[in-house]
C-alpha cells in the first residue's frame, strides 16, 4: 500500500494520446468544461502514477489503462485529495472469470472484483467488460466504475452500500430507507434497476452508481428521491452534463483534442497526415 511519504503526483504535461482516447472512448470526459477537462486529467495522472496495471495473459495497451484510470476518477472527480491507498495494483483478465480468479473452466461468471485477503490491495476486472462499459452508452452498465464504488465503499473499513467517507451523517438513515425500499421493488419486479442490485446494499449502491453516471436523466426520471442522494454522496450533477457528447474518431478537419484551437492534421496528428 501506498503512504503520504510515497505518493507521487504528476509534474509532466499531460500525453496528446491519453487526451485522444479520453476524447474518442469517455462521454464523462467530453461533457466536461475545459478546465474540468484538466483537472480529470491530472487526476487520470496520479491514479496511474500509483496504480500499476497489469494483464494476466492478455496484452494490454494505453487505451485499456486510461479506461481504467477514467474509470476511478469519475466517482471521486468532485474531491479532489481523494486517493485510492487502498489500491496499489489493478489486475486485467482477458474476460470473465470465476471465484477462484481461473479464466477457463466452469463458474466464469465475474468480470470485476475487489481483492481481499490475499488479494487485498489489487480489484481484477475483465477487459472485454472494461471497454463494454465505455463504449455501451445506454445499458447503465460500466463494470469498472462499479468496481471503484465498491472501493469508495471500502474506504471505511466495510463494503456495506454505506460510503460513510462520502455520506453525511443526515442523510444517513434516508439513504439507507431507500436502499432498502428499492431492493423490495427489484424483489416484487416493479423495478428496471440491474436486479443484481438486490443482491445486498453493497451490490445496490454499485448498480445504481453504474446508473448515476451512464444513465443519470432516465435515473433522475424513474428515480428522483434516488437520484437526488447519489447526487449529495458524490458531489455531482449529471443531469446538467450532456452524456451524448463522445466522439467516436477523431478526422483530419476536427478541432484537435488537445484544445490548441487547431485542426487534428495541423497538430497532435500532423505526424499522420504529413
Known amino acids: 500500500m501506498w503512504s503520504k511519504d510515497t505518493w507521487k503526483m504528476p509534474n509532466e504535461v499531460f500525453n496528446t494520446k491519453w487526451r ?35 494483464g494476466i495473459d492478455v496484452k494490454i495497451d494505453d487505451t485499456d489503462r486510461i479506461l481504467v484510470a477514467a474509470s476511478a ?44 485477503g490475499f488479494m487485498e490491495g489489487k480489484m481484477i476486472l475483465s477487459k472485454q467488460a472494461l471497454h ?8 447503465k452498465k460500466n463494470t469498472a ?5 465498491h472501493l469508495i465503499d471500502k474506504m471505511d473499513g466495510a463494503i456495506d452500500g454505506i460510503p460513510e467517507l462520502l455520506l453525511e451523517k443526515q442523510y444517513t438513515i434516508p439513504w439507507l430507507d431507500l436502499i432498502n425500499q428499492k431492493i423490495d421493488d427489484i424483489y416484487k419486479n416493479k423495478s428496471e434497476i440491474n436486479p443484481y442490485g438486490g443482491t445486498n446494499k453493497a451490490e445496490f449502491f454499485a448498480v445504481v452508481s453504474e446508473y448515476f453516471f451512464e444513465r443519470p436523466k432516465l435515473l433522475q426520471k424513474k428515480h428522483p428521491e434516488l437520484y437526488k442522494l447519489l447526487e449529495e454522496i458524490f458531489d455531482q450533477k449529471m443531469t446538467s452534463r450532456d452524456m451524448n457528447k463522445i466522439r467516436h474518431s477523431i478526422g483530419r478537419n476536427d478541432l484537435c483534442p488537445c484544445r490548441s484551437g487547431k485542426k487534428f492534421k495541423k497538430c497532435c496528428g500532423k505526424v499522420h497526415y504529413s
Open 145 to 149: 466504475i462499479h468496481e471503484f464504488v
Open 132 to 139: 463494454r462499459g465505455f463504449s455501451n452508452e445506454s445499458d
Open 20 to 54: 485522444q482516447i479520453l476524447s474518442e472512448k469517455v462521454a464523462f470526459y467530453n461533457a466536461l468544461s475545459d478546465d474540468d477537462k484538466t483537472r480529470f486529467e491530472f487526476k487520470v495522472q496520479e491514479f496511474l502514477l500509483n496504480t500499476r496495471i497489469t
Open 73 to 116: 476518477v469519475i466517482p471521486i472527480f468532485h474531491f479532489s485529495n481523494w486517493k485510492y491507498i487502498n489500491l496499489y495494483e489493478v489486475l486485467i483478465y482477458p474476460s470473465s472469470f470465476n471465484k477462484n480468479f481461473e479464466t477457463s473452466g466452469e463458474g466464469r461468471n465475474i468480470l470485476g472484483m475487489v481483492g481481499y
